[in-house]
């Protein structure tokens, strides 16, 4: 396959009209095709099923918050609204789906929430079965509550990981009749506002990516409680960087061997090898990401090109990936997409 189909999410201001599609040609090394796909409020997040049947948005409308449910049509890749669940309140930054597309989790960074929510195939999402607000503070000035930053599943799926921002910590919950139960957690560095989290193919370490500390922490996972366990963090940014960074996404490439961690502020990506048998990490490189403020970016299903979303300067960028030494080069960074904050590829099974 030499083209890949993917969407961005944006915040809803000035010329954007929510989400966009794209289509990476990889023959060409190019981004094509950009349009608006679905018109609503700061889909700053989305996540797509496995089968890339259904896309979920958080969505914002008015003085409500939740999540919006698309159906995607094959050959167009056009996305149908199939419904929407709101409440009162700020909108979830993060949405993600198991494999199954039978839940979909929420973390709301405003409320300090984590939801599950369950599927009707075909018909879209129901209200939220299970609403968990967290509890506590951090020594940060925006620390001063939780702030919910990211909700997924473990690989083995048998738990949801969590992770808060405001209270720096990443509290495992167990899914049982619908209902999330909390079952192991760990604080981080105080200070550190750990924001998102990524498991290695091997399904036994994580990388959770830290946005005030601008750190990758290395963490050992126990499948059979849920629990976590630091072995290592390292540094995004140069030790003489002193303006301000905040760190941003963070992805790991299919083969385990390469780690990449956004830097906003420095705007770069960092990229560190895999250490084979610890999963720690060294050190390699980092890029520019030719823009300001890069939010997101994912490698895209080849393994072999970065797409960047720049969401300050509106532009996506796209490097290539030498699969050998994780290193990128550009290859286009004209690609514009208003506020562009997720980058998701459509599934290749």
């Not at 939740?66 to 930054?93: D, F, H, K, M, W």
């Not at 990211?150 to 921002?165: C, M, N, S």
């Not at 941003?248 to 385990?256: L, N, Q």
Request: glycine share 10%; hydrophobic share 30%.
């Amino acid at each position: 396959m030499t083209k890949y189909s993917g969407y961005i999410g944006t915040y809803t201001k000035g010329e954007s009209k929510g989400i966009y599609s794209f289509t990476l040609d990889t023959e060409e090394g190019r981004i094509t095709d950009i349009k608006a796909a679905a018109q609503l409020g700061n889909p700053t997040y989305l996540t797509i099923s496995e089968d890339n049947q259904y896309l979920y948005a958080v969505k914002k409308d008015g003085d409500m918050g939740g999540v919006a449910a698309y159906s995607i049509t094959n050959e167009s890749r056009g996305l149908t609204l199939l419904n929407s669940q709101l409440t009162e309140g700020a909108s979830p930054c993060h949405v993600s789906v198991d494999r199954e597309n039978r839940n979909v989790l929420t973390a709301n960074y405003h409320r300090g929430t984590v939801e599950r929510l369950a599927v009707e195939q075909g018909k879209g999402v129901h209200p939220a079965t299970s609403v968990i607000q967290h509890e506590g503070s951090g020594p940060d000035e925006r620390q001063e509550k939780p702030h919910t930053h990211y909700a997924g599943f473990t690989p083995d799926e048998k738990y949801a990981a969590v992770v808060d921002l405001g209270i720096d910590k990443l509290i495992t919950y167990q899914l049982y009749n619908g209902e999330l139960k909390e079952v192991s957690s760990l604080s981080v560095k105080p200070g550190s506002g750990p924001r998102h989290l990524e498991f290695h193919p091997n399904g036994k370490i994580a990388y959770l990516m830290t946005e005030f500390s601008s750190e990758v922490i290395v963490l050992a996972y126990n499948e059979e409680n849920g629990s976590f366990s630091i072995l290592q963090s390292i540094s995004t940014i140069p030790e003489d960087f002193t303006e301000n960074n905040q760190g941003s996404a963070i992805h790991v490439s299919s083969d385990g061997r390469f780690v990449y961690a956004g830097n906003r502020g420095h705007n770069s990506i960092a990229i560190f090898s895999v250490k084979d048998e610890s999963g720690e990490l060294t050190f390699v490189d980092r890029t520019p990401t030719e823009g300001d403020w890069p939010r997101d970016f994912m490698l895209d299903p080849s393994g072999k090109f970065i797409v960047a979303s720049n969401q300050e300067s509106g532009n996506l960028v796209l490097f290539s990936r030498d699969e050998n030494t994780g290193k990128l080069t550009l290859l286009q960074s004209d690609a514009f997409v208003p506020y562009p904050v997720c980058v998701k590829f459509l599934h290749v099974n």
